[in-house]
């Protein structure tokens, strides 16, 4: 196996396939040699490489742990490198234009888009562990080209590491995501930018105030701003309908405060406190 990018999620699946014998043997590409020689030094991976040529040549399945804007890229750059039938998947979590340019790149079928639900506070190699998949949820975004054999291996090496597998198209996946993940972030950001432009009439910055509130619902804008950048970019067309939907929705509340409406008002926050409550 090659793991393309041995940060957080590519370490933690690398350690969870060696401890279950999953694989014989796993080589780490990066771009940088000291954390690729860290990760062999801790018996992570058992080959380095900064070659992408060299890193999948003799591979029988490639992992693509970097972020979305990067995936298709390295797929054109390491196509014509790669063995007939090598198994392809990826871990990102925008999956229709790279499932849609990977079945035009690789016509075998053999690349699986996948996106395991599965993360943390921190990243990169010092904050991977076996067991980072363990109960959690992986999507699997396969087309009318995939190859069944590649699909149900990819699952199977999921379920391996202790996921449960879940098949959607991709632009399925991409519009969920984009609504429970991708717009949390983009209003987060957005809030923070707000509050971070507001002053009192003696110039008093009005965070200075806050309290445990604010510091739950804008936690997700301390996330890396490239990494979503390039998400939002990359689901750009779900990113502006879901923006357009939220803000029909803060109109309609802007409304009823504007109407002094204390009833309907009141209604809507019973209505979103007992949604939270039945999802989360």
Known sequence: MTVIGVGLLGASLAKACKERGL???????????????????????DHCCTDLSDAVADADLIVLCTPVATIVP????????????????????????????ADKLIPEGVFIGSHPIAG????????????????AKC??????????????KICALWQA?????????????????????HLPHIVAYALMNTLGAL???DNLEVTAFSGAGLKDITRIASSDPVMWRDICLSNRSHSLDLIDQFQIKLDE????????????LKNEFIAANNYRLKVI
């Open 139 to 152: 999507i699997v975004t396969p087309t009318e080209k995939t190859n069944k054999k590649a699909l149900e």
């Open 23 to 45: 694989v014989e043997e796993i080589t780490g590409f990066g771009r940088s040699w000291e954390n690729l020689e860290k990760a062999r030094s801790l018996k992570i991976i």
């Open 161 to 181: 590491v202790g996921m449960n597998v879940i098949k959607l198209s991709a632009e399925e996946h991409d519009f969920i995501f984009g609504a429970v993940s």
């Open 199 to 201: 002053r009192t009439k």
């Open 253 to 264: 509340i802007r409304s009823i405060i504007e109407k002094g409406d204390g009833q309907t």
């Open 120 to 135: 943390g506070e921190n990243s990169g190699l010092e904050a991977s562990y076996a067991d980072l998949y363990q109960d």
């Open 74 to 101: 390295l797929i054109r750059n390491m196509i014509s490198e790669i063995r007939p039938g090598t198994l392809i998947t990826d871990v990102g979590s925008v999956k229709d234009p790279v499932v849609s340019e």
